[in-house]
């Protein structure tokens, strides 16, 4: 979504402007468009509503070794299961070991798309079918990852000149509507024995000028291209590897929005007490963000129904995604990014989506049941409550039409004695119910 337009703009008024009265009124008059949605609404129509799509999910989207035309049908599914889900951006993983998935690149051939270099180009093919359906495609990048185990060294200019060339390739040749960065900075303690003696204040101070020489370059070439970063959501372990969280939210030529990964539910495990570790960790973001930049919470999908000793939560809840999403609105964050595709089609995360579906569909029924006479009707739809973006969606059906009979537009007609389930459908397939008695 194009918030980061509008702190574009307020980074050229500030270098343009002298007069510090001037630039408060100004600012003060456009603040209104940076206002994210009220607390305990709704998400609004400019919600972001995002998923990542990683390597390891080629291969289940469909997406892995296929012929031109069978890959385009498969992109158009991505994408329109997507739109039917209600997702409006991408993060697709077009870089993660230094390589590529589109051709004529400087960089290897990716393999987790095919074992060989395709003979089409994967990546327009992906960009057109988001467009399609109405979803934003972020560029999701890994800048420093050679493999798991190895990436270049921070510190070298050349490896800054390795990553912009790098964007310079994707922007230049492909019509993204965003470059994105994940958590991988410099490697933990443990993982990385090469750099341990590297204090922390020069890891943040190699990784800044990578990320200043990104933005600008970005900018640029085309200041709608909206640059990002993904870092861990425990803010100290994100520092210690490179992030300078604070100069990266409250500075401006950095970045545009922030996804902290705040993958823990709030039936969370600490010195053997229950913890609400998601609220605690969201708040902590929230009073971090003193500039407002816009800021989308990194959900995890891919916990539904796992087991973890210190963190129930996901095999005891069906419903996080739903009450976090609901969470991240009240706290005035400015949308929500789930990790990742290939988890919304196990059992668990099927449940997961359905609670946030649920809840940016605003769906819901005010009655649970009708009584009514043989032959009378009855308008259901004036009981549904959803997302006015969502209404085009609905759909109503009978569990027993020789009862009663639903039409398209939600008119109950009473048939006979008896009883039937009148289901609505709305988006993505989130339902509510009302039993009809016929009297």
């Given at each position: ?20 009265a001037i630039f408060t009124l100004i600012i003060s008059l456009l603040a ?24 390891v999910d080629f291969e289940p989207a469909g997406l892995y070794n296929k ?32 390589d590529a998935i589109y051709p004529n690149s400087s960089f290897k051939w ?330």
């Amino acid at each position: 979504m194009k918030v980061y337009i509008f702190h574009h703009f307020k980074n050229i008024f500030s270098r343009l402007i002298t007069f510090s009265a001037i630039f408060t009124l100004i600012i003060s008059l456009l603040a209104p468009l940076t206002v994210s949605v009220p607390a305990n609404a709704a998400p609004s129509e400019d919600t972001l509503r995002g998923i990542w799509l990683s390597y390891v999910d080629f291969e289940p989207a469909g997406l892995y070794n296929k012929s031109e035309s069978d890959f385009i049908l498969a992109a158009d599914k991505v994408f329109a299961t997507l739109e039917h889900y209600g997702y409006n951006n991408v993060f697709f993983h077009v870089r993660p070991f230094d390589d590529a998935i589109y051709p004529n690149s400087s960089f290897k051939w990716c393999t987790y798309l095919a074992p060989k270099p395709l003979k089409y180009d994967a990546l327009a093919y992906l960009i057109e079918a988001a467009h399609k359906h109405n979803i934003e495609f972020h560029a999701w990048i890994n800048p420093y990852r050679i493999t798991i185990d190895k990436i270049y060294n921070p510190a070298k200019k050349s490896t800054t000149t390795h990553i912009v060339n790098g964007v310079k390739e994707i922007i230049e040749n492909y019509n993204v509507d965003g470059i994105h960065f994940d958590d991988y900075f410099y490697p933990s303690i443990q993982k990385g024995k090469q750099f341990y003696k590297v204090s922390v204040e020069t890891r943040k101070k190699n990784v800044n000028e990578m990320i200043n020489k990104v933005f600008t370059t970005i900018k640029d070439y085309d200041a709608n291209i909206a640059f990002g970063v993904s870092p861990s959501g425990n803010t100290e372990y994100a520092k210690s590897i490179g992030c300078d969280l604070e100069t990266w939210i409250n500075e401006e030529d950095y970045i545009d929005y922030i996804i902290p990964q705040l993958y823990w539910s709030d039936n969370y495990r600490l010195g053997g007490k229950k913890v609400k570790y998601f609220t605690k960790t969201l708040k902590e973001w929230t009073k971090l963000n003193n500039n407002k930049l816009p800021i989308y919470i990194g959900l995890a999908l891919y916990k539904a129904g796992t087991v973890r000793p210190e963190d129930p939560g996901w095999r005891n809840n069906s419903n996080n995604m739903g009450i976090q999403a609901k969470l991240a609105d009240k706290y005035l964050c400015d949308g929500y990014v789930m990790f990742s595709y290939q988890y919304l089609f196990t059992n668990e995360g099927k449940a997961e989506n359905g609670s946030f579906i649920k809840y940016i569909s605003g769906l819901s029924l005010k009655t649970k049941q009708i009584k009514l006479k043989k032959n009378k009707r009855y308008n259901i739809s004036k009981k549904v409550s959803v997302n006015k973006k969502y209404k085009s969606a609905f759909k109503f059906s009978s569990s027993d039409k020789t009862v009663a009979t639903v039409s398209a537009s939600g008119i109950i007609h009473a048939k006979k004695k008896g009883r039937a389930r009148i289901t609505v459908q709305a988006l993505g397939g989130s339902k509510v119910h009302c039993m009809v008695w016929v009297i």
